[in-house]
């Protein structure tokens, strides 16, 4: 499986960006997906996440303000980012681990087997 993020940019506090995240390869739909993000000097985090079966995850600083989305059909997954803050500025990038239906869904980088590269998101003030 190859992950590609797309949709960042430069943008302005208050604005919207939606991010994509597209597969290559089969059994999309087998798979949760999660984002994560890195400012520069400080660790990576996740963002959100959505299982196989539709139940999504969000991070306690982007609740409220960011969606996750997955189209199968598409492969893709999105993460709809609104009133972007200064601080959410950071490179965002996808993940994809292969769950079964029961399985919880995982939160933790070390819990992801593909990664796509990142996708940059700056906020200007």
């Known amino acids: 499986v190859q992950l590609q993020a797309s949709g960042g940019g430069l943008v302005q506090a208050g604005d919207s960006l939606t991010l994509s995240c597209a597969a290559s390869g089969r059994s999309f739909s087998r798979f949760a997906v999660a984002w994560f993000r890195q400012a520069p000097g400080k660790e990576r985090e996740v963002v959100a996440a959505?299982?196989?079966?539709?139940?999504?995850y969000y991070s306690d600083p982007v609740k409220g303000r960011f969606t996750i989305s997955r189209d199968n059909d598409k492969k893709t997954v999105y993460l709809h980012v609104n009133s972007l803050q200064p601080g959410d500025a950071a490179v965002f990038s996808c993940?994809?681990?292969?769950?079964?239906?029961?399985?919880?869904?995982?939160?933790?980088?070390?819990?992801?087997?593909?990664w796509g590269q990142g996708t940059q998101v700056t906020v200007s003030s």
């Open positions: 959505i299982h196989r079966n539709g139940a999504t």
């Open positions: 993940a994809a681990k292969d769950v079964i239906l029961s399985a919880s869904l995982p939160t933790r980088a070390d819990d992801y087997v593909f």
